[in-house]
């Protein structure tokens, strides 16, 4: 019997630790991405950072403080797509403008993108990558420190747009152990030895008459790589569409502007459920809605020489059609990647 009541003490004790150790959903990270900044002109961007390790400093540590190196990705569009749409998803170059900022214990800021960002005053566009570091080390010297989080306010002249959170990535490493990938210094590697790794493949659902944007980010290879990725599309009567489309570095644009598949006239073409999104409650469907899988199907020099067989890819659906503002992040797959990467030029 009382090898029973240990047996029974243990398992006891494994449930009650079960909901701790297999809890889900956003955390805390190491790096944090913004999946788009807008800087200048007729558009704003406020970037919210928090450290959220509250362990105070002492006389030989910095406690829970820790360095945020902001990294502005700056896309510069190609002059080309105006002739030809597909030109808008490979701009001709991006460069990055960055800063440290140190964050106390318990600390936040909120910069607007258009003042922090040095670009920014003309008119920029992109995302941006912040990163925790060793406040002893020199700009590049990243470290693990879980305690991350943030979020952007993206508005146009008219008002506030949308408001999402920062993707956060982790990493596996005790506070303080540094996970830059030496000898490259701001080479942030997603591979579950320094960071963790990425999704393989990411989803979302969306209304065709909404006309959505949709953003990505090329983690694979560096800016002048190009990924192929893969659209697989349901409508709402679980009809299989797809899409491919190949872009380099990043972009933010309509899902129409990715594939036609994606409008209301083009969806409504196909067999729907006649009930599906119902907007005057006479039981009759009036709006085509879907959802839609992305993944990488391989990375490309610009030459045509293939760089990997598959890609990573992180992003968002951000403000679509001026009457329906929003915005969110886009789901993950559990099956995850090793080849992400973001590193300076």
Known sequence: MKALSCLATAALAVVSLAPDVLADGRKPGSALFFPVHRSGGAWFTVLNV???????????????????????????????????????????????????????????????????????????????????EDPGRPMGGSWSHNFLIGSEIVMSAGGVTYMINAIAVGTFHLPTVPINASPLPGHLQFDDVFYNKLPDYLMSDFIGVANSQLALINLTGGPNIENTVFFEVYNDNELPLSATLRFRCWFDCPLSSVSPLFTEANLANFPNDPQELDIDCDGAGDLETGWFRIRSTGTWYPGGQQHSADGVILGSITAGHGSVRGGHLLWESEAQQDNGTFRLP
């Open 50 to 132: 928090s450290n959220t390790a509250t362990d105070p400093a002492t006389p030989t540590s910095f406690g829970g403080g820790t360095n945020a190196h902001f990294e502005y990705v700056n896309v510069q569009p190609n002059p080309n797509a105006a002739i030809n749409p597909l030109d808008k998803f490979m701009p001709v170059g991006c460069t990055i403008f960055d800063r440290v900022e140190y964050l106390t214990p318990a600390d936040q800021i909120s910069v607007l993108t258009t003042c922090h960002n040095a670009f920014g005053g003309s008119g920029q566009e992109g995302y941006v990558v912040v990163s925790a």
